[in-house]
């Protein structure tokens, strides 16, 4: 290969490498944002005149939601819903609405970084075991 012929190959490969990255033209792919929150869902049974909680933790600042969804069979029946801080024990409740089954939150809360607990209580309308299910939504 001569002379000329090896300048003119490096001076295409250098235009190529370099033309390549300085204008793209290629269509973006969209990225997906990573999520803000973080669903769970607590059910269990209640028995008449008890108590059921769950802990979970929060590892980044922001609200806390808290719904009663299911009461069953006695789905009209207003229970005792909590939000409170765990101390590696017990469920301390801190924020407490008695509310019916319903499709929107009935506790939002501001938190902090830290182990909380989300607590169900039958405040004496239970005349028998009823299954309920809680969403507790939390920040990431």
Same mark, same amino acid.
């Given at each position: 290969m001569t002379d000329v012929?090896?300048? %003119?190959? %490096?001076?295409?490969?250098?235009? %190529?490498?370099?033309?390549?990255?300085a204008c793209s033209?290629?269509?973006?792919?969209?990225?997906?944002? %990573?999520?803000?929150?973080? +669903?769970?869902?607590?059910?269990?049974?209640l028995t008449t005149g008890g108590v059921a909680w769950k802990q979970f933790n929060v590892t980044a600042t922001g609200n806390v939601t808290i719904r009663l969804a299911v009461l069953?069979? $006695?789905?009209?029946?207003?229970?005792?819903?909590?939000?409170?801080?765990? $101390?590696?024990? +017990?469920?301390?409740?801190?924020?407490?609405?008695? +509310?019916?089954?319903?499709d929107d939150p009935q506790l939002t809360v501001p938190v902090t970084i830290g182990r909380y607990c989300v607590q169900i209580s039958d405040i004496g309308n239970l005349t028998r075991i009823n299954d309920f299910g809680i969403i507790v939504v939390i920040p990431l």
């Open positions: 012929r090896r300048r %003119a190959c %490096a001076w295409l490969l250098i235009a %190529a490498l370099t033309g390549a990255g033209n290629a269509p973006t792919v969209p990225t997906t944002p %990573a999520p803000t929150s973080q +669903t769970l869902i607590f059910s269990s049974r069953s069979p $006695d789905d009209t029946l207003v229970m005792r819903l909590s939000l409170g801080s765990f $101390d590696g024990t +017990t469920c301390t409740p801190t924020n407490v609405v008695d +509310t019916p089954t319903g």
